[in-house]
């Protein structure tokens, strides 16, 4: 059971707010399941023909109509199932309605630095006279206490052997009934939320230590190891240096403006994140930060335990979430996008029984890098792509090199090369051909990308790029041996070991 902090020690505090986190990730993943509904006609005909579809059989209630495809009948279980999750979501609801708040607000206070940063986070959680979080938690638990019976019944049962008594019936019309109002009550409370998450996290301060969590070809990424925050569920990618504040907050504004397109107009699921930075007198260092997945999700991690049709599962679902991107670009509006579509940027959606391939939410998670054009202007500014590349390659990178590179992630045909040729670095070449006609026949289908890619094209382009990477990170360590052997300074960054291709 969940309760509500009853002193002010941090951790305590700090553990909540990250169990309220936990609590809008089922939320949203809720909602996720409404929305389909919303777009399935089969669904919608639950509240069209209610009275017509349930038939009666000594007292009992059934559903009488041909079943759902199997589809349907997943999002039904996503809208009326899954019980220990919304019971997961009273319990905390309950600990927010109960929660002490001038032990909240105290928290905050030692905290957060800004005044009106306190203010404004207060506000979004006890408001009075707007929403706020504490009213979405009392109005959901008022009906939750009603329809948690009903999704008990519908986990053990399922649709076609569900047979309810007439007052079950009456709260099952009820909740197709006030089906507009619960979304809607869901979707405001996520924003709330959200908008919290997106400030405390960003502004909370405490003394702490990062422990690296992994390597990317060129940054390297952490989570907190010591001191109350390491509860949270972030992690936090390092930047190259930043030379100025204007900088740094033009980064700031494109990191989160390309998340924003990205949900929003194309329909990828990509994490909650948010940027910190530090001044060190002559640059600033900057962290990308988002929220972290299950690592058990990551798809090249999954790609090498997989069978030939697994992995067509998953790849027909990677191919469905570019065929958005390149349906976006293709309108010919203002604004292009690029996508870095290796297997290692996207996690799969798991439960206990292993990942859910088919319809697990698909998230991408390579945003701090944010590629997208606007009436043909980069935004990001692509040179801190190359600063933490050696200093006597950088002028090189720049002329002959950077913009060929930038330019294959805007390119549908390019981006499918890279994510198939990263079947060699994940040790699964036999996959290759086989991947290789799903795309062609995909790209045929929705007239993406010109002619078939064969597989020589796949080689000769993994062969290239991993020679170009071990490369680049040979003259990185000649770099970090010049800078620290012969000059005597610092070496700035934190360099991988060798990557296995």
């Known amino acids: 059971m969940i309760k509500a902090p009853d002193d002010s020690r941090h951790g305590d505090l700090l553990r909540f707010v990250s169990e309220i986190d936990e609590a809008y990730r089922l939320k949203a993943k809720r909602l996720r399941f409404m929305a389909a509904a919303s777009q399935m006609r089969e669904v919608a005909e639950l509240k069209r023909r209610f009275d017509c579809l349930w038939r009666s059989d000594n007292g009992r209630y059934f559903y009488s109509e041909p079943q759902p495809t199997d589809r349907g009948l997943a999002v039904l279980t996503g809208i009326f199932g899954y019980h220990e999750e919304i019971e997961r979501i009273q319990q905390i609801n309950s600990a927010i309605i109960t929660l002490d708040k001038g032990l909240f607000l105290r928290f905050l206070q030692e905290s957060v630095a800004s005044e009106a940063a306190v203010r404004h986070l207060y506000g979004i959680f006890f408001a009075t006279g707007s929403l706020s979080i504490e009213q979405m938690a009392m109005l959901e638990n008022r009906y939750l206490e009603r329809y948690i019976p009903i999704f008990r019944l519908f986990d053990r049962m399922g649709l076609r052997e569900l047979r309810v008594r007439e007052e079950e019936m009456v709260t099952i019309r009820e909740i197709v009934d006030n089906y507009g109002d619960i979304t809607d009550t869901l979707a405001d409370d996520l924003r709330l939320h959200r908008a919290f998450a997106r400030d405390f996290w960003r502004l909370y301060r405490e003394p702490a230590q990062l422990s690296i969590i992994g390597y990317g070809e060129i940054s390297t990424v952490m989570q907190i190891s010591s001191g109350v925050k390491a509860a949270t569920p972030w992690i936090w990618k390092k930047m190259p240096p930043f030379p100025s504040l204007q900088e740094v907050l033009e980064y700031v504004r494109v990191y989160g403006e390309y998340r924003s397109i990205l949900v929003q107009e194309i329909g990828l699921t990509v994490p909650e994140q948010g940027v910190s930075y530090f001044n060190h007198g002559s640059f600033f260092t900057v962290y990308a930060g988002q929220e972290r997945q299950n690592p058990a999700g990551l798809c090249h991690r999954l790609i090498r335990g997989m069978d030939g049709q697994e992995a067509a599962k998953l790849f027909r679902r990677l191919l469905a979430e570019i065929r958005k991107v390149h349906a976006y670009n293709r309108r010919g ?139 680049f990170q040979f003259s990185r360590r000649v770099d970090r041996f010049i800078i620290e052997s012969i000059l005597r300074r610092r070496y700035a960054y934190r360099l991988p070991g060798r990557v296995a291709r």
Not at 339 to 345: G, I, P, R
Not at 401 to 418: E, G, H, N
Not at 422 to 445: C, F, V, W, Y
Not at 457 to 465: G, H, L, R, W
């Open 333 to 471: 509006g203002r604004i292009l996008v690029g996508l870095d579509c290796q297997l290692s940027n996207w996690v799969i959606e798991s439960d206990r029984h292993g990942p859910l391939i088919e319809r697990g939410t698909l998230t991408y998670i390579d945003t701090s890098s944010p590629l997208y054009r606007i009436e043909g202007r980069e935004q990001l500014n692509t040179e801190l792509l190359i600063k933490n590349a050696p200093s006597f390659l950088r002028a090189i990178i720049k002329v002959f090199f950077l913009k060929d590179v930038v330019d294959r992630y805007y390119d549908t045909r390019s981006v499918i090369i890279d994510l198939i040729a990263t079947l060699h670095k994940e040790q699964r070449p036999d996959l290759i051909d086989g991947l290789l006609a799903e795309a062609n026949d995909s790209m045929a289908a929705q007239g993406m990308g010109g002619k078939p890619i064969t597989r020589k094209e796949i080689d000769a382009y993994y062969s290239q790029d991993a020679f170009i990477w071990r490369f």
